[in-house]
């Protein structure tokens, strides 16, 4: 036995460092190779960090959300021979010792469990490792039959001995059926055959995956309404325009209209604190902190949110220079943990892609979020006290999506409302 030290492991070339999400294996815990010690943080993406060896965890060097830069030490483990291979070997020096004896009738093996057999969940921790998934696909076990496996790892999760264990065991949850009965007035997913036609195959990268499970899990859980407005920002552009190359000289910033877009809205959620919520149960958490996502493409074309925390005591220079951070990140793949935590509300610019407007998806646990479509020139009846005229104005639409458990239709309409005008009402005199 030897003490080993496990350092934060680089994953990928531009990543510099990680951020511990939280210890699978905790101190003077025993583990296998292959088994999750800890997950860590990069780029919004969670990666599990295997045990290279058996052994056991003698202490964790840092703890749940620290940053640590790749290749430190985070914990000191010793070193072990496999629990399963120490049992092998003792069970062959005692077969070696003692005298052999005489075969009985009696039967060692367990008895099979009748296909019939009912049975209840017994690992309550759904997080399936891919070392576990792995084995599970090796011998066609599926993700039901994985939760019957009682788990011994930290909070109950699957271990690679507990699996192993079960399939040396014979399997014995294989044909059980489970104890709950159907509702039959629950609403049934129809068996439907679709054809989904024939092509190149492209497996969903990580992160995909995860996206998909969050905005599949947000429309399942958000009664999403969305409410559109319409805002002419000819003020504004005119005022951007004429001031974007001073703004840079001054402040060393570019003036795009995401900082403009993020302080208006900041001083909309000032004003109805209501929409920066969350649901807890049977509770509704009005948030302390104004922290405004900006949904942003990454490179591989996945969506991030990084985060422009308090953006409501902020000034504008303020604003631009940290959404300007934030995006080089996000370009560069190099966002860190705390760059993408925290979020109370999201803004998603589908007009940076050339749409009129956008029906987003809520970024739980938000309450709601707001879609900015292309500014396009149209246009418009004016009216003006010398009477109506036809004039080439800046329009944009806005969509809020919002969360109607929550949120009902006089607050989301009211809270786009004023950021359309926050938008339009800009003034025009304002010094740089």
Same mark, same amino acid.
């Given at each position: @036995?030897? /003490?080993?030290?496990?350092? $934060? ?14 210890? &699978? ?63 092998k ?12 004896? =005489? ?14 057999? !009912?049975?209840?969940? !017994?690992? !309550? ?7 576990? /998934?792995? &084995? ?5 076990? *599926? ?13 109950g ?14 399997r ?20 439907? *055959?679709?054809?989904?036609? #024939?092509?190149?195959?492209?497996? @969903? ?7 998909? /499970?969050? $905005?599949?899990?947000? #429309? ?15 003020? %504004?552009?005119?005022?951007r ?13 570019? %003036? ?37 996502? $900006? ?7 996945? =969506? ?28 560069? +793949? ?20 050339? *749409?009129?407007?956008g029906?987003?998806?809520? +970024?739980?646990?938000?309450?709601? &979020? ?6 396009? #020139?149209?246009?418009?009846? $004016?009216?003006?006290?010398?009477g109506?005229t ?15 458990r929550?949120? /009902?239709?006089f607050?989301?309409? !009211?809270?786009?409302?004023? &950021? ?13």
């Amino acid at each position: @036995m030897s /003490d080993n030290q496990l350092l $934060m492991p680089k994953m990928g070339e531009s990543i510099t460092e990680g951020t511990i999400i939280n210890w &699978i294996v905790a101190e003077g815990e025993a583990f296998e190779e292959g088994d999750i010690l800890l997950e860590v943080a990069t780029d919004k993406v969670d990666n599990e960090v295997p045990a290279p060896s058996n052994g056991v965890m003698q202490k964790h060097l840092f703890g749940p959300n620290t940053v640590v830069p790749v290749n430190e030490v985070i914990a000191i483990y010793q070193e072990t021979v496999s629990t399963r291979v120490a049992a092998k070997n003792i069970e062959k020096e005692t077969a070696i010792n003692q005298p052999k004896k =005489l075969a009985t009738s009696v039967s060692t093996k367990k008895p099979k469990v009748a296909r019939s057999q !009912s049975f209840a969940v !017994s690992n !309550s921790n759904p997080f399936i490792s891919p070392l576990i /998934d792995s &084995i599970a696909r090796k011998h066609h076990i *599926s993700y039901e039959e994985l939760a019957r496996i009682s788990g011994t790892g930290n909070k109950g999760r699957l271990r690679k001995t507990d699996i192993m264990q079960y399939i040396s065991d014979g399997r014995p949850y294989k044909f059980v059926q489970p104890v709950a009965q159907p509702d039959l007035d629950a609403y049934k997913i129809p068996k439907l *055959s679709l054809d989904k036609g #024939k092509g190149k195959i492209v497996e @969903m990268d990580r992160m995909r995956q995860m996206i998909a /499970d969050h $905005m599949v899990y947000s #429309k399942h859980t958000s009664p999403h309404v969305t409410a559109y407005v319409e805002a002419d920002l000819t003020e %504004l552009v005119n005022w951007r325009n004429a001031n974007k190359v001073s703004f840079q000289e001054k402040n060393g910033q570019k %003036l795009t209209f995401t900082p403009l877009f993020v302080e208006a809205v900041a001083k909309a959620v000032k004003d109805f604190p209501m929409i920066n919520v969350s649901v807890d149960g049977k509770n509704i958490i009005v948030k302390e902190h104004i922290n405004i996502g $900006m949904a942003t493409a990454l490179p591989s074309g996945n =969506l991030i949110v990084p985060v422009v925390k308090d953006a409501d005591k902020k000034n504008l220079v303020e604003i631009a220079s940290e959404v300007n951070r934030l995006s080089a990140l996000a370009r560069e +793949n190099k966002l860190g943990g705390d760059d993408i935590k925290g979020s109370t509300f999201t803004i998603s610019n589908v007009g940076t892609f050339g *749409s009129v407007m956008g029906t987003p998806i809520i +970024n739980q646990p938000e309450a709601a &979020i707001l879609a900015t479509g292309i500014i396009k #020139k149209r246009a418009e009846v $004016m009216e003006r006290p010398e009477g109506d005229t036809i004039e080439i104005r800046q329009m944009m639409y806005l969509s809020l999506s919002f969360d109607h458990r929550i949120v /009902d239709g006089f607050l989301g309409g !009211s809270f786009l409302r004023r &950021i359309a005008d926050n938008l339009e009402q800009f003034d025009i005199a304002r010094k740089i």
